[in-house]
Structure formats: C-alpha cells, structure tokens
C-alpha cells in the first residue's frame, strides 16, 4: 500500500484549490519547506507570504486578511500554531468568527527526533477549546487533500492538523468525498467499536483485520472531524457494540476520546476505553519505534480490545 504524508496532501491541496479559488493566500512562519507550502509556493509565489518565525503575528495577519473576504490559509508546526499562537487565535480569529484557516503540520509523537518540545500532543484539547474552532485531523494524504478543497465553502475558523511520518493511503482519491463533521464507518461489526482519527486510522484498521482472525469483531470508525463530532454515528456504535475503544496519536486528556465520552455520557453510558499518550511527555527517537513505545499501534490495539472483552 502506497505511503504517503499527510502534510503532502496539505501541500498538494492548497495547490488544487488555488484553481477554482483566486483569493486564496497561503501564509508560513519560516517552515515552508516542512509544511509543504512550498508545493503552493513554487506554483504561486504571488500568493504565498513567509511571516517568518512569528507565529503569533501570522495569526494576526492572517486575521486581518480574512477581514477582506479572502480566503486565507496560515501554516506551522503543530506546537507553534495551536500553542504559541493560542491567544491571537482565541481572541483576534474565534472570537470574531474569521475565516482563517490554520493548516498546522508535524503534530503527535511522530515528529520523532525532534523530541518533546516540538511533540504536540494537546493541540486538539487546545483547538476544541474555543468557541467558533472546527477541528480536523484527516487520516491520510487523501484525505487530507480533500479537506483543504473543502474549505473553500466552509465558513468560520477551522484547525487542521497533519503529520510528518508517511502513513498508508486507503482511500480512493476518485471516489472519496470530505464531510465536515461526518464520520465513516471503515468495518462494520458487532463486538465493539474502534473509534480512531488522523495516523491511528490505519493502525486500527490492522488491528481490526487481527481480531478477525481471532474470532473478535471490530468495528472501526474514522472521526476526521473532532469538532463538531458525528453524534449519531458514536450513539450508534454504543447502541449496538457496547463498547467504545478510542485511538489517537494525542493526550487521552482532551483528544478525540475525551470529545467521544462526552457524547457517550450524556446519550448512550458505554464503556470508553482510550488509548493516546497518558499525561506524560515525548522525547526524541525514531517516529515508529516511539509510536510502539507510547502503545500507539495495532498490537496495543489489540491488545487493549481483547481485554475490554476479557479475552
């Protein structure tokens, strides 16, 4: 199965939307080459603004841009954009309800070497904070690359979030259309569910397919919108599964399993089991193997789902 970035399809779909958008303006604080902006930038030098290593000011500008009605795009780092820049986006671009767009790359303990100061692992529960924020955390380059084009006719603040570390590439750019706030159900099945967003949705898939093999079937659920989250499709999976696993390359405080108890709670009380980095740091190390060590795998999955079932 092809392997490819989630961050190229960011790239790639900003390139594509510049076609069928000519107010589109893309900005970058000094890290054009990493985020791929550079694939916008080479192709549209005109609309592409490096802000330099001034996140906080970008979002300010970025702000001011989209006062205009143009459609506005503002990239970095994960760490730098949900947090260093976190107050100028509460306050110059929710509060307003502005329609800026923050396209923010090299989240999760997948940046790998780069170590725990450049590992965000709270910027969803930062994101989802805010009043006006919509979250989106795309599962692969597809996807990702959809996303962006579906901006174009999304109105309000959005946070998208997008890897370093090539993942598989499972869904067919011909037929796959993004809906913000829908999830999709991958797997059907009737044992329990796997609820899974961004690079742990093809984790969960694997894990799905081992299960299988061991008489357990798991149904698998890909949440690429945190917020507003798909309601129905989690009340469902409660209703008929009984049990809720959640998988995120994220805090579980916070994330996308804190965003599934809440909906669990007050709909439909299940079991919701989490995994994601437990209140703890990351450090420096190459992406797969810190991904084994934080339990941010198909075996942990499958591990963790066996025991929810007491097998």
Known sequence: MEK?????????????LAEVRPDLLVLDADLAAATKTSIFKKAYP????DCG???SNMMGVAAGIATTGKLVFASSFAMFAAGRAFEIIRNSICYPNLNVKIGATHAGISVGEDGATHQCNEDIALMRSIPNMTVINPADFVEAKAAVLAMADYKGPTYMRFGRLAVPIFNDEKNYKFEVGKGITLKDGKDITIIAT?????????AAAALKE???DARVINIHTIKPIDRDIIVKAAKETGKIITVEEHSVIGGLGSAVGDVVLEECPVPVIKIGVKDVFGH????????????????????????????
């Open 46 to 49: 005109e609309k592409h603004y």
């Open 198 to 206: 961004g690079l742990m949705v093809a984790e969960a898939m694997e």
């Open 53 to 55: 290593i001034a996140e």
């Open 214 to 216: 061991q008489g357990i």
């Open 4 to 16: 490819k970035a989630t961050r190229e399809g960011y790239g790639e779909g900003l390139c594509a």
């Open 284 to 311: 420096s190390g190459p992406a797969k193997d810190l991904l084994q060590q934080y339990g941010l795998c198909a075996d942990n999955i499958v591990k963790v789902t066996k025991a929810a079932l007491g097998k």
